[in-house]
């Protein structure tokens, strides 16, 4: 075979060194382009971690001063509405003694009877405020002190069991009142309409669901309560907080259950 001219050699030599350096630029610009999309890419990445921890502190920082606020309304509640209902039924009481005319002693009775129901209603929205009893542990206390104190003064036993852990689950202001209210109204009814002398209270959490189920051993479900609003009203409180109201009938008595879903 011919040996290629000294000229040719030095051409293809050239030409193989132009095609390496060329293929060497082409990696290497392969290589910066992918280093720069990296770099871009974990720069966006920060800059969207920074994004979401302002809006996280917003949060937290909007959350907080709710907190400072239901704070702050709960006790100027405490301090100015309660000083005064105080007031009303203390002079009320005085004046009922001063002035012991029948007339005026029923009407003074009213007024402090009145004073009480504002003192216990104003109780609750200062419960319902403070941001310390947003837990199922709280709620199921106050709850339970609740019914024990206006059944003591009616010929019904309370009897209560609680099954819940012991890690506190939080509820929510409005899960919590509307909870609350809904128990309330069923209690108030059992009161008026079921001629019942016991009422069991059970307090149930799972996974998934706060459970509170209410049984007395009455007259049972009566036209006059089917029809009446308290049903009405415990069934929208518990739609109001995507929970469920249940009536189960029993062959003595009643059996009323509220399931609220907890959230993750």
């Not at 009145?114 to 003192?119: I, K, Q, R, V």
Request: proline share 2%.
């Amino acid at each position: 075979m011919r040996e290629l001219p000294p000229e040719i050699k030095l051409t293809y030599i050239i030409a193989i060194i132009i095609m390496l350096l060329f293929v060497c630029f082409i990696i290497m610009m392969v290589f910066i382009y992918n280093k720069k999309q990296l770099i871009q890419q974990q720069e966006n990445q920060i800059k969207e971690s920074e994004f979401q921890n302002q809006l996280l502190q917003k949060e937290l920082e909007r959350q907080k001063a709710i907190q400072v606020e239901r704070e702050r309304i709960s006790q100027d509640m405490h301090d100015d509405l309660g000083a005064g209902i105080s007031a009303i039924k203390l002079q009320a009481e005085f004046l009922k003694y001063k002035m012991p005319q029948e007339s005026f002693s029923e009407d003074l009775e009213a007024i402090i009877n009145s004073s009480e129901d504002m003192n216990l209603a104003m109780r609750e929205i200062l419960w319902s405020l403070n941001s310390q009893n947003d837990t199922v542990g709280n709620f199921i206390e106050y709850t339970t002190l609740y019914i024990k104190r206006f059944l003591s003064k009616t010929s019904i036993d309370s009897h209560f069991n609680s099954n819940v852990p012991e890690k506190e689950t939080n509820l929510t202001v409005k899960a919590r009142r509307n909870l609350f209210l809904a128990v309330k109204e069923a209690v108030h009814n059992i009161y008026k309409h079921s001629q019942a002398n016991e009422v069991f209270i059970e307090f149930e959490q799972n996974k998934d669901s706060f459970c509170i189920t209410i049984i007395d051993n009455g007259i049972g479900l009566s036209e006059t309560t089917q029809k009446g609003n308290g049903m009405s009203n415990m069934s929208l409180r518990m739609e109001s907080i995507n929970g469920t109201f249940k009536i189960i009938p029993a062959q003595k008595g009643l059996r009323l259950l509220f399931v609220y879903p907890l959230q993750d």
